[in-house]
Structures are given as C-alpha cells and as structure tokens.
C-alpha cells in the first residue's frame, strides 16, 4: 500500500519554495486541509503557486504585505512557521485560525521571536490567536527551547534565515528535523552539533526540486492495525524514514510486533523505504524520555496499541498531547474507555491495562483526526460495530484513509 505525501515535508516545501528566489517545484505535496491552509496563506502573501504535470510549481522571494487576514484553518504547523517568516518582513500581517488554533499556545513561538525584534502581540500578551506581527529588522539569537518542538524550532530558524548574524536553537531532546534538511537543499548553510543546530543570516535561499515522501504518521494507522488483527501483513511502500520520526517503529518493535524495513534509500536528502508489519502478540511497555519527541503524533495509536496488548502500558513525558488539535488525553482516555478498555490520564500521559478485545460504541473524534484515526483502528479490534462521530477532520492529514482502510481490510 501507499500513503498520502508527508504533511510535516509538504508544509515546509511550500513555505520554503516561497520565500526562495526562482522557481520551486514540489512533487507528492499532500493535497490535505492543513497543507491547502498553507497555501491560501502563501498565495495571500504573493507567492505563485501553480499545478503543472503533477507538480506544484511555487515561483517566490518576494513576499508582500496581505490584503487580509491570514486564515490558517486547523493547522498548527501553518500559523507556527509563517509566524517566524513574518517576523522577518517588513510589513503588518495578521494570522488567526479555527476555534482549535486560537486555544493553541503560541508563546513558544512569539516569545523567542519577540526577543529577535519582531513586534507581535495577541489575546492573553500574545500567548493565543489572532496574533499580529510587525516584522523585519531582526537580529540573531541563541535560544534554549523549553520543549522539544520541531516547531517552535522551525519558526525561530526561519525567521533567522531574515536576521542579522547567528541565531541557534537547543533543544531538550530531538525533535523532526525536516526544516534543517530542506533549509539546506536551498542553500542555506545549517551547522549542527548533537541538540543545537546554528544558521547565519541573512540567507538568499534558491528554489530548489522537492520529493515528498510517504508520511509516516499516517502509516501508522495501517501498521499498528495489521500488528492487531490477527492474521494481518501489510507492507507500505515509499514511506519517510527520517530518524527523528521512526519513534512508532521502535515502539512497536518493544511491544513485540514483527516489522521489517526494507528497500532503504534517500531522495531528496530524505531517507526512504518500505515497512513491513505482521500481525502479533503484543506486551505492554514503558514509553518515554526521548523516544516522545519521535513519535508524538503517533501516541494515539499506540494508546489502541495498548488496550489490546497483555499487560501494562504506561506513557509518560507526554504532556505535549495535551496542547495538540484537541487534549488527546483526555480524549483517549474518555472515547476508548467508552469501548471498555482499561486507560487512565496521567499529567503528561496515560496508563493502559490490555484486554482481549474491545466492545463495540459509539465514539466521538472532537474535531481531532488523530483521535478519529485511531478509533477506527480500534474499532477493527472491536466486538461490535463502533461508529466514530465528526469523522471529517481526517482530512486534515490523510485524504481517502476510510478508502484505504476499506481496501486493506479486502472492503
């Protein structure tokens, strides 16, 4: 099987590709909610964006100065990077978002910004959205991010790409580093030392050609699903294999589960390959440390993971699910137990106790398509029909999954 374009590589292929001088062209960009947010915000800003043979074409480097509101939709990685290319302009913009957005917390991002020059200010001192930036006239800063985040790391690096002298992130922990990979294929110098990476600035990035590859976080809805259903195998083929995402991977390799990696390779200095899972017992584990940061957006399906494994799973150091699309939390907590699994919130994570099966419901997604994604995993190990509610947010990040879930499951 095959899935939709990386979301994380597509968002940062057209931001790039229109703050860079020439043309860019992007091939496998997610056609995805998130990704299209991106790019009615670049299109605002004075990008051309255009499709031509199955590829987007961006011709930029000469952002402008918007009619209007930036509407960044549901997506967080949207307002969070554009937040540090705006700060390095020199006019007024405003971004905002959905409902879900406006909760998020932005300070983060606009804290270390605001420390770069940038004059922004917001609801709650700049902590929510709507958030208005006054850009330009930046200067380099070294800054220690509290959490690992690849992307309040991405917004303060590209916003260093318009200041003057270096400006360098630490993190506690590696987060994704698809910004550092691409800020170099369009020729920016990025020097990296273990948890900091370093950039001068200003920078002339040029267009450059990008290959977007498989997006391995929703690869994982199909993995953790063959793992489970007894009798299972699926291999998912031209998947990104960066290693600072591959966190469900070994996660799934600690609870037993037979994966193969196979056909291993880079393209477009991205490493790829295809991933083979096999249905199996699974035992419970202990997640943390480290491991979080790489496999964040994952720990939903995980959690399904655990309700279904023999014995405990705890998750910990993952209070960062609490401030995504919904409070995964509490989400998971409250729509598998509606299932009966046997799952408990924690501060910064869950403990699960596996059982043999789950029974059947009626759940709810919250708005939320990894929690929507991850209940209907579970609802393959359910006893009983489980209906999802709001299930239109899926197409958020992965556009046909209900198909490709019908199709893996022979319909």
Not at 300 to 306: F, N, R
């Amino acid at each position: 099987m095959r899935v939709p374009g990386d979301k994380s590589i597509s968002h940062r292929a057209a931001i790039l590709g229109a703050m860079a001088r020439g043309t860019t062209r992007v091939s496998g960009f997610l056609e995805a909610e998130d990704c299209r947010s991106t790019l009615r915000c670049l299109r605002a800003l004075g990008a051309a964006i255009e499709e031509r043979d199955g590829e987007l074409e961006i011709r930029g480097g000469s952002l402008r100065e918007p009619d209007d509101v930036l509407d960044v939709g549901n997506s967080g990685t949207t307002i969070r990077l554009l937040a540090g290319v705006l700060a390095g302009q020199g006019f007024h913009a405003v971004l905002t978002g959905d409902a879900s957005i406006r909760r998020r917390p932005m300070d983060r991002v606009t804290d270390p910004l605001r420390r770069m020059g940038a004059r922004i200010t917001g609801r709650q001192s700049g902590r929510l959205a709507p958030l208005t930036i006054e850009g330009g006239g930046l200067r380099g800063i070294a800054y220690t991010t509290p959490v690992a985040s690849a992307q309040v790391k991405s917004a303060v690096l590209l916003a260093g790409v318009f200041a003057d002298g270096a400006t360098s992130v630490r993190e506690p922990a590696q987060s994704r580093d698809h910004t550092e990979r691409m800020l170099e294929a369009f020729g920016a110098g990025v020097e990296r030392e273990d948890l900091l990476t370093r950039l001068w600035g200003p920078v002339a990035l040029r267009g450059a050609r990008v290959r977007v590859p498989g997006d391995l976080s929703s690869a994982a809805y199909l993995l953790v699903a063959a793992a489970l259903v007894p009798g299972s195998e699926v291999a998912v083929a031209d998947v990104g294999l960066n290693p600072t995402r591959t966190g469900i991977l070994d996660i799934l390799k600690m609870m037993g589960a037979a994966v193969e990696v196979r056909d291993r390779r880079e393209e477009g200095g991205e490493p790829v390959g295809t991933i083979a899972v096999r249905a199996s017992q699974l035992h419970g584990v202990t997640i943390g440390g480290d491991l979080v940061p790489r496999a964040i957006d994952e720990l939903p399906v995980v959690a399904v993971a655990a309700c279904l494994a023999e014995g405990e799973t705890l998750i910990r150091d993952a209070a960062e699910l609490r401030v995504k699309e919904s409070n995964r939390i509490d989400a998971l907590t409250r729509e598998l137990g509606r299932l009966g699994a046997q799952i408990e919130s924690q501060s910064d994570g869950l403990a699960v106790v596996g059982t043999r099966r789950l029974r059947g419901g009626h759940v709810a997604s919250g708005g939320d398509h990894r929690i929507a994604m991850s209940l209907a995993v579970a609802g393959l190990c359910a006893d009983g029909p489980v209906t999802i509610d709001d299930p239109d947010c899926i197409e958020t990040s992965f556009p046909g999954f209900a198909a490709t879930l019908r199709r893996a499951t022979g319909g």
